[in-house]
């Protein structure tokens, strides 16, 4: 099975910019989308972007115009760019792979914003 893998949170500043990596151990074409969602202290697991692999993305409304998720096929890689990041950002991030017959999930990576 594909494992994924995420790398890249960290402590930011209210307005910072971040980008989160999610590596895949073997082709992500194994899955038809993968994701990024995280999960707030307190608070249920939400979807925050989606691509598909003919590229096509979904966004939450509260990360649109801020968030970018893109991929990279020759690496395996999908990225979260963030931008103008708020404290209300501050969560565990998970990358997802949904296909057919598979759903993996990576052990997240904390991103807190605080000054």
């Known amino acids: 099975q594909v494992q994924l893998v995420e790398s890249g949170g960290r402590l930011v500043q209210p307005g910072g910019s971040l980008r989160l990596s999610c590596a895949a151990s073997?082709?992500?074409?194994?899955?038809?989308?993968m994701g990024w969602y995280r999960q707030a202290p307190g608070k249920e697991r939400e979807l925050v972007a989606t691509?598909?692999?003919?590229?096509?993305?979904n966004y939450a409304d509260s990360v649109k115009g801020r968030f970018t998720i893109s991929r990279e096929n020759a690496k395996n890689t999908v990225y979260l760019q963030m931008n103008s990041l708020k404290r209300e950002d501050t969560a565990v991030y998970y990358c997802n792979g949904r296909g057919s017959v598979v759903n993996s999930w990576g052990k997240g990576t904390l991103v807190t914003v605080s000054s």
């Open positions: 073997g082709t992500i074409f194994t899955f038809n989308t």
């Open positions: 691509i598909t692999n003919g590229g096509n993305t």
